[in-house]
Structure formats: C-alpha cells, structure tokens
T-cell receptor, first 114, second 115 residues
C-alpha cells in the first residue's frame, strides 16, 4: 500500500517570504507524486508532478517541489508567497496497483498574511 | 473544453430522501472518480470507473450509496435513503488513462446538506 503524510495542518507565512509545505511518502516501487491546490468553494486543481528525472519540479503559479528519495519527501515550495496563495494544499501519490487512482494526504492549509 | 461539470452545485434535502448527484467528465477521458470531502475525514475516494466499468468501489460507505456510469460522458452518484451524516462536498474527477503521470481534473463539487 502507498501513503502520503502532511505533518502540518496549517502553515502561516508573511507575504514576500518563502514558503514550504511538507509532504512525505511511502510507496513500494517508483513514486509518482503530485501536488494539488484547493481554493475556497472550488475543486482541486493540479499544480505539479514528479514522475522521473530532475528532482526539482516546476509547476503553476511559481510553485516548485523538491523530490528527495533518501528522505522520501516531496515538499512544495515558493520563493515569495502571495496573499492569493492562501488555500488548501494536497500532496498525492499514484497507487501502485495501476490506473489513475491517487492516494491523497490530509491537506495543509496555507495562510499568507500581509 | 468546459472541464468536469457537476450538478447541482448545492443540494439541501431531508433525511430519508433520495439524492442524485451528476457528473459530466471531460470529453475523451476514460477514468472517472467520485470523492467525498468533510472536515472530519478529509478527502475520501468513493468509487473509480475506467472505461465506464467500476474498478474500485471499496470506498463506498454502505449500500445506501450507488454509482453508475451508463456511458463515457455521464455518471451519477445516488444516496438512498440519505442521512445527516452524508452531508459533505462531493467531487467528481476525470482523467485520461495511459501513463503514470496522468492528471485528475476535478469538478467544482456538489455541496450536500441533509437535514
């Protein structure tokens, strides 16, 4: 079985500061990892993914994520946070059983303050 | 493409009534997912279809819940009879199978309140 853990329910950061939202994973075989964002009263939106190759993955809205195999982590980062980045962020891992089924983490609420 | 379309956006019903949620996936996608989101339990996968066939329904809470996908462009999630604990936001998502990195696209969700 596969799983992801998001250890922080909420992350607070000041606008303009760098942000990190943490995610660790557990999977047998190659990990295929995703980040999604959910704005209030909306569905989840894809941000970025790691499949293979470069450990630093760039995505939408200036976000990036760093894949670290030794630490089994896939932390989401942004160099300079915006108030509009405030949202709920989900890390996910593709199930090893095939198909497009994803296992999502519990989500981290990001709050960016002025 | 208009994306994944869910209807209704909001549903308020009384306990014991039948509720039907609808989903139109993105044209050409062959996988469809129904999720439920609550504060207590987070995001839960209820059922997953591939090529209109249910592949994994292990997340369906109980017999009161049923899902169908009669064709590639339409799916329903039915709750009969509904109970207050079914109150949640229900999401439908679709994707195109065929690779390890295929993205799921989510609809805007249906907010269900069972009184």
């Amino acid at each position: 079985a596969q799983s992801v853990a998001q250890p922080e329910d909420q992350v607070n950061v000041a606008e303009g500061n760098p942000l990190t939202v943490k995610c660790t994973y557990s999977v047998s075989g190659n990990p295929y990892l995703f980040w999604y964002v959910q704005y209030p009263n909306r569905g989840l939106q894809f941000l970025l993914k790691y499949i293979t190759g470069d450990n630093l993955v760039k995505g939408s809205y200036g976000f990036e994520a760093e894949f670290n195999k030794s630490q089994t982590s896939f932390h989401l980062k942004k160099p300079s946070a915006l108030v509009s980045d405030s949202a709920l962020y989900f890390c996910a891992v593709r199930d090893t059983g095939g198909g497009n089924k994803l296992t999502f983490g519990t989500g981290t609420q990001l709050k960016v303050e002025l | 493409d208009a994306g994944v379309i869910q209807s209704p956006r909001h549903e308020v019903t009384e306990m014991g009534q039948e509720v039907t949620l609808r989903c139109k996936p993105i044209s050409g996608h062959n996988s469809l997912f129904w999720y439920r989101q609550t504060m207590m339990r987070g995001l839960e996968l209820l059922i997953y279809f591939n090529n209109n066939v249910p592949i994994d329904d292990s997340g369906m809470p109980e017999d009161r819940f049923s899902a169908k996908m009669p064709n590639a462009s339409f799916s329903t999630l039915k709750i009969q009879p509904s109970e207050p604990r079914d109150s949640a936001v229900y999401f439908c998502a679709s994707s195109l199978d065929g690779g390890v990195g295929n993205i799921q696209y989510f609809g805007a969700g249906t907010r269900l309140s069972v009184l």
